[in-house]
């Protein structure tokens, strides 16, 4: 998946094509206000307050309690982004904004938006530093109470789509019936897979606070006693030996360097019995250079490891490296696993 320019017109084009625009303003002064823009917007309730039939100007703004002048702007550009339609003096959302930003809909990526405006978007201003001294954010050691609420929001927000897929094509045997989830938050991959699977229970292994937030969002999914939290650390703890048929590492390889992904793989190698499989499930780096393994695509894979870099030192890893650990640690890769709805998602998978 790629960002491009479309020419409106023939002399647009023909300006792109002669590298006439400064294609480098898009990035340095388009981009910034756009990104900060929709997040304002969602977390200032403007989807929410159109969503509920305040469509003129005036009524958003009261309902907002926004400045009217600064959010006719804000609306305007909306528009162009294809967030609003505008007819007759009234704003009405799209399928886009009807379908992901509202703040309850399952699907909704409204919790990633408030956590990326409230919490994200100051660490930003850290990149330089992070450029020059290799030093990540480790974000994990230093959230407040009300960061980790955000935080385990966002984390539901951005699996709304994925687990369902994950639920569907997640290769685990048939006959499974213990599963070890590696810093598994708020569930849903472990719920989705219990719900394929009537004889399978799950343990959530993830940090106190995080389960702290975590507890009530799981709670919605109604699973009870089968899909339970465990407070711990995967740095530190022993998984056991032969216990599980599944175990599942969403989203955390990211956070580990190598070394600690290998040490973790070989505790997961003997916590399997024979015929389990461990699952790593990541954004995909793309190998260095931009060439594409099918699996990793250049923008996603990118973006994410320099935001990974920077908010906790480690970063992405290409199919290669994780199969790497895995195999190291006594398992067979199995076939890669791609994402529909997510480009640049992988489930990495492998035997015992
Ligand atoms: C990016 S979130 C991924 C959540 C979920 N697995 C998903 O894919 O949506 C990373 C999770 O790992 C947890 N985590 C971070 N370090 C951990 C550690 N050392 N041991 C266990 N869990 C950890 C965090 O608290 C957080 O819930």
Known sequence: ???????????????????LVPLPLL????????????LEAADKGVFEAIHRGRQTVDAIAAECQLHPKALQELLSLLVVLGYLRYQENAYTLTRTSRRWVLQDDQESVFGMMRFNNRVVWPWLEQLGNY?????GIQYHDHLTSEQWLHYQNAMLAATGT??????????VPK???????????HGQHSVALCRRLPNL??????????????APLLAQAGMGDRVRHQPGNALTDDFGESTYDIVLMSSLAHHFSDEQNRAVAQKVAQALKPGGVYIINEFIRPEVGGKSDGVGTNLVGSSMDLFYGLTS???????????QWQREAGLKPLKVKTYLSIPGRAMVIAQK
């Open 1 to 19: 998946m790629r960002l491009t320019v479309t020419p409106e017109n023939l002399l647009e084009w023909i300006a792109l094509k002669i590298n």
């Open 27 to 38: 990035h340095a002064q388009l981009f910034p206000i756009i990104g900060k823009a929709v």
């Open 131 to 135: 450029l020059q001294t290799g030093e």
């Open 162 to 171: 994925e687990a369902k897929e994950f639920g569907r094509k997640a290769r």
């Open 175 to 185: 006959q499974a019936t213990h599963m070890l989830d590696i810093g598994g938050a």
């Open 201 to 214: 229970q799950a343990v959530i292994l993830d940090l106190p606070p995080a389960i702290e937030k975590a």
């Open 313 to 323: 030192t480690a970063g992405n890893y290409t199919v290669r490296e994780i199969q």
